[in-house]
């Protein structure tokens, strides 16, 4: 099983800051590679997929790279709606995804 | 618009079964893989299984954590995903999502998920 690791755990960032988050796989996986937000009491929502890709409707702030093991989803500038948990997810071996990264409001 | 609705949810004891249900509409659902993904309470995000659409065989893909437990089954016609989930036990205690692939293995539609408690 391939095992994904997010950092930080949490983030603490003020609205119009920049958020850089991380996630890193144990073994390749190519740039099959997906990013989601969760809010409170919501289903999860597809933000990027093939590592730098935005989903449909997806703002231009939300911005995914990387390729291989290492992967980057940045928010450019923090909007009050993007204060939520971010889970990577890697599709090369079925799936797996993540513990999570936690954005909050410092 | 795309929308999943997941039922079947509920408080089961130990070892019993239960069957959730996924009824999707505003896309030809025979066209898609479609996917469970659990969510125990405060936790993260665990994949369960996907069901490939009937042109890629209707095949079924499974987490080692369920295989063997649980099953995955589609109705075309209906428009309705199954998770026949059975030998349940209190690590299996999740809300339960229904998601739809996109033309890539990726999950691009949700629904708004039912809770699986298993508890004596």
């Known amino acids: 099983e391939i095992v994904m690791t997010q950092s930080p755990a949490t983030l603490s960032v003020s609205p119009g800051e920049r958020a850089t988050l991380s996630c890193r796989a144990s073994?390749?996986?190519?740039?099959?590679l997906a990013w989601y937000q969760q809010k409170p009491g919501q289903a999860p929502r597809l933000l990027i997929y093939?590592?730098?890709t935005r989903a449909t409707g997806i703002p231009a702030r939300f911005s995914g790279s990387g390729s291989g093991t290492e992967f980057t989803l940045t928010i450019s500038s923090l909007q009050s709606e993007d204060f939520a948990v971010y889970y990577c997810?890697?599709?090369?071996?079925?799936?797996?995804f993540g513990q999570g990264t936690k954005v909050e409001i410092k | 618009e795309v929308q999943l609705v997941e039922s079947g949810g509920g408080l089961v004891q130990p070892g019993r079964s239960l069957r959730l249900s996924c009824t999707a509409s505003?896309?030809?659902?025979?066209?898609?893989?479609m996917s469970w993904v659990r969510q125990a309470p405060g936790k993260g995000l665990e994949w369960v299984g996907f069901?490939?659409?009937?042109?890629?065989?209707?095949?079924?893909e499974y987490a080692a954590s369920v295989k063997g437990r649980f099953t995955i089954s589609r109705d075309d016609s209906k428009s309705i995903a199954y998770l026949q989930m059975n030998s349940l036990k209190t690590e299996d205690t999740a809300v339960y999502y229904c998601?739809?692939?996109?033309?890539?293995?990726?999950?691009?539609?949700w629904g708004q998920g039912t809770l699986v408690t298993v508890s004596s």
């Open positions: 997810q890697q599709y090369n071996n079925w799936w797996t």
């Open positions: 069901i490939r659409s009937k042109a890629y065989g209707g095949t079924t």
């Open positions: 505003g896309f030809t659902f025979g066209d898609y893989a």
């Open positions: 998601t739809r692939l996109l033309s890539i293995a990726v999950a691009g539609y």
């Open positions: 093939g590592a730098s």
């Open positions: 073994q390749s996986v190519s740039s099959n």
